[in-house]
């Protein structure tokens, strides 16, 4: 039995936008920091915060900044519906609700000492930046890291200047692929899974993480699984309904798990009997 | 008094076996005596009584408000009121209420909020009652059910304070059923009839020769502590054969029970067992089975705000899986089918409940199948899923 | 031809090929080199051939009315291109645009179909490496086709 934390988990920390950058025509970069007196957190890679749009709703966003800076949360939302839209429409100064940081992180410590691959489909790089992040900064602690993202066009890509800087570090494979190309687009075109052939892995010494939409994260691990890794050593981030974030509401069950707070971060062997089944 | 400094010099231990316990015989007359003095302790007395052809859980003002001589008809998709012979005052199971009416209320205000400049200001996020509340009549399956709640909502990562501060106030007087409805199956779910621990005071009700009383011990400290403040005498052995013989009578009574060995694996693997479409025919997915269930938890969040736009609030109401909507995310819900909906309501309940909490979701107090308006029967679905299933898919 | 035959046993597409068949398949093979912007092959050629990239990139484009080349897939190193050589009416069925230098090895598709056809063995080693590439294809195009990425 876990200890019980014991302060309100329903109650928001308001947190005050200090930046809102776009990042692609529906996808916007927040960046929030605590009010005086407000709990600031540091979060591990993989986890989300509940941010709270007063009088509109709740969303659960991964948080996609550095671990190492403690004085900011960053949130990269793309805007789909009425709330997300209207975080995105905050201005700078605006005041958002924060509770957090919830979840399971990605496996970054049992990471060391070995490759790193981090499959990402469209606003899948976010949830994994962080652990990009941490990887470039205790560089000697990993092997090679190869990044391996897919957008549905050039327009939806995020980070670019990021991914540019990325490629450049010592022992870093950065592969980027759209689905459709258009006309000025030079680079590979074809699903995230078709830049499989061209990354140098080592699979007995890799852990891989992977996000995106879940039929992606089903190719992509079936594709891992193929080239040689273990089960256990797949990581994939899944998503469902949140209302609470703590386990009370009963929304976000996948099978047994409460993704709130048995992931959202899972080894692929036990997410594999679960993803073929349909409605589940 | 005997019973009294008895009762005063005991250990404090109230999980040893109901044989060791100290009973005592409570008059029926005094009863009304029992409630006055929670009252007087600054309790809100929370029982059944009958409103609207059914036995409901409601503040009671004194004894006169509890269903004295009524008992419960069940069957599924039936639930009918009717005279007793006698004038039992819990001759009857369980209504379409539970106690989570009152531990895990149906709408609570999170917080209140208003803007301020750019930003907001948290007005109050209250959690505690008005005052504490006590329980009377709490059957041995409600034990159960508050137990598995217990387990959800205080003992896993996260510590519910609205539960909480409901539950750690609460006074649970529990009544050993002495009788079962047609659509009871505690005895197979292993929560009942008697009851074992959980409670500050337990009854039984006798309607014997010697007159109308209860056999009474106490659960707690402060249970045996209330029952100084009401006339109490000793009980005999026979009288504590009439108790234990109308529980027996109550197990015996029931028709109705589920094979729980191995119902983790026999939910896990018949994920595509035909039986799912026949029920998803005639499942309407009316929810009355979760508002109903003592052990159902699911909530929703809903942001409210006036017309001004300054003040905003949060409020938690009960939601239910059977919703279409309990399951969306941006694109769709995932569980769109009643087929799907209902395997899962059912498989969480008796299976993955099991792997989340440790012990099995349903308490056999066979609501579902009295409010279910087409009268799907759980412990039924469960029979049809053994037989003529595989164990595995295809 | 040594060096051809040495690429093409060292390629991971013909792994576990006996050498008497790598030498069959040297004997159809040659080196090219395509400069960038030129088309390897069009839509509705005889497709007569197929290259295994070894260096560059090549876009593999359709056309439609009213709109830009569509890019529907690219290759690069290491990849098959072309499999209309092996089935009837043996026609190309895009545009392989050479995006970048491309220096691949060409492999004579007329020559190689009637050494499979005398030598089945032959035949049943290249159908299943390409039924493998085209399963590849369908699986990765039918993803596209998914358009996991937009909002719904």
């Given at each position: 039995m876990a200890t019980a934390v014991t302060t309100d988990p329903m109650l928001p920390q308001p947190y005050l936008v200090q930046s809102v950058s776009k990042e692609t025509p529906d996808t916007f970069t927040l960046k929030l920091a605590p009010e005086e007196g407000a709990n600031g957190s540091s979060f591990q890679p993989g986890q989300f915060s509940m941010l709270w749009v007063f009088g509109v709703g709740e969303l659960p966003i991964s948080i996609s900044g550095n671990p190492a800076e403690h004085k900011q949360l960053v949130y990269t939302v793309r805007s789909v519906g009425q709330a997300t839209n209207a975080f995105v429409t905050q201005r700078v100064g605006a005041g958002v609700g924060v509770r957090g940081p919830f979840g399971t992180g990605w496996p970054v410590d049992a990471a060391r000492g070995r490759d790193v691959i981090v499959v990402a489909g469209g606003i899948g790089l976010a949830p994994l930046r962080p652990v990009i992040y941490e990887v470039l900064r205790h560089r000697e602690d990993y092997g090679r890291l190869v990044v391996l993202y897919g957008a549905r066009s050039p327009h939806d890509l995020l980070y670019r200047q990021e991914l540019v800087a990325w490629a450049r570090q010592r022992e870093t494979q950065v592969l980027v692929t759209v689905d459709y190309g258009g006309m000025s687009w030079r680079g590979h075109v074809g699903v995230v899974t078709t830049l499989f052939k061209y990354a140098r892995l080592k699979p007995s010494q890799s852990v891989a993480m992977v996000c995106g939409p879940e039929i992606m994260m089903r190719f992509v691990a079936r594709e891992l699984i193929s080239h040689g890794l273990s089960r256990n050593d797949v990581y994939l981030s899944m998503e469902r309904n949140m209302k609470c974030a703590v386990g009370f509401c009963g929304h976000c069950q996948y099978g047994p798990h409460f993704i709130c707070k048995?992931?959202?971060?899972?080894?692929?062997e036990q997410m594999r009997p679960l993803l073929e089944k349909y409605e589940l | 008094m005997v019973a009294e400094s008895v009762l005063a010099t005991r250990e404090t231990s109230w999980s040893e076996a109901v044989s060791q316990e100290v009973?005592?015989?409570l008059r029926a007359s005094e009863l009304g005596k029992l409630i006055a003095a929670l009252v007087r302790k600054g309790y809100a007395v929370v029982g059944p009584t009958v409103r609207d052809g059914a036995i409901v859980y409601d503040r009671l003002e004194s004894v006169e408000d509890l269903p004295a001589g009524w008992t419960d008809e069940q069957a599924p998709g039936h639930y009918r009121l009717k005279r007793r012979d006698d004038e039992a005052l819990f001759g009857y199971v369980v209504g379409p209420q539970s106690w989570k009416k009152y531990l895990h209320p149906a709408d609570v205000r999170l917080l209140s909020a208003e803007?301020?400049?750019?930003?907001?200001?948290?007005?109050?996020?209250?959690?505690?009652?008005?005052?504490?509340?006590?329980?009377?009549?709490?059957?041995?399956?409600?034990?159960a059910a508050i137990a598995a709640q217990d387990r959800v909502l205080l003992e896993d990562k996260y510590h519910d304070p609205i539960y909480g501060a409901r539950r750690s106030g609460a006074f649970l007087i529990a009544v050993q059923c002495t009788q079962s409805a047609a659509t009871c199956f505690c005895r197979s779910m292993e929560t009942g009839p008697g009851v074992a621990n959980g409670a500050d005071l337990v009854l039984t009700e006798l309607l014997g020769p010697k007159g109308h009383r209860f056999l009474v011990r106490a659960g707690s400290d402060r249970g045996a502590e209330l029952l100084t403040e009401v006339q109490t005498s000793s009980a005999t052995d026979a009288d504590l054969h009439e108790a234990e013989a109308g529980v027996e009578k109550a197990a015996s009574q029931q028709v109705r029970s589920i094979d729980t060995n191995g119902i983790k694996e026999l939910l896990y693997q018949n994920f595509d067992h035909p039986r799912w479409d026949n029920v998803a025919a005639r499942c309407l997915t009316c929810a009355n089975c979760t508002m109903v269930c003592p052990t159902c938890f699911c909530t929703t969040v809903e942001d409210t705000t006036d017309v001004t736009g300054d003040h905003a609030e949060r409020w938690r109401r009960w939601d239910s899986c059977f919703t279409q909507s309990f399951s969306y995310i941006h694109g769709g819900s995932v569980r769109t089918s009643s087929k799907a909906r209902y395997r899962q309501w059912m498989t969480h309940k008796l299976a993955a409940w099991i792997d989340q909490f440790g012990s099995s979701g349903c308490v056999g107090c066979g609501r579902c199948i009295t409010w279910c308006p087409v009268g799907i029967d759980i412990t039924e679905e469960v029979r049809a899923l053994r037989e003529g299933g595989s164990h595995g898919n295809p | 031809m040594e060096t051809l035959e040495r690429i093409i046993a060292e390629h991971p597409f013909f792994a576990d090929l006996e050498s008497y068949y790598t030498g069959l398949l040297a004997g159809c093979a040659a080196n090219v080199r395509f400069h960038p912007g030129t088309y390897i092959f069009k839509e509705?050629?005889?497709?007569?051939?197929f290259y295994l990239?070894?260096?560059g990139k090549v876009a593999l484009e359709l056309?439609?009315?009213?709109?830009?080349?569509?890019?529907?897939?690219?290759?690069e190193d290491g990849d098959i291109l072309g499999w209309s050589w092996l089935l009837p009416p043996y026609l190309w069925k895009f545009h392989a645009h050479a995006t970048q230098d491309i220096r691949a090895i060409s492999l004579d598709g007329k020559c190689l179909r009637a050494k499979c056809e005398q030598n089945h063995d032959l035949g049943y080693e290249v159908l299943k490496r390409f039924a493998q590439i085209m399963e590849r294809r369908l699986e990765a195009t039918r993803m596209q086709l998914l358009d996991v990425y937009a909002v719904r």
């Open positions: 048995d992931g959202p971060v899972f080894a692929y | 009973h005592a015989i803007r301020q400049g750019g930003t907001f200001r948290i007005l109050n996020n209250e959690t505690k009652p008005k005052a504490p509340q006590a329980f009377l009549g709490v059957r041995a399956c409600e034990l | 509705g050629e005889e497709a007569n051939e990239i070894r260096s056309f439609a009315p009213q709109r830009k080349p569509i890019v529907v897939e690219t290759l």
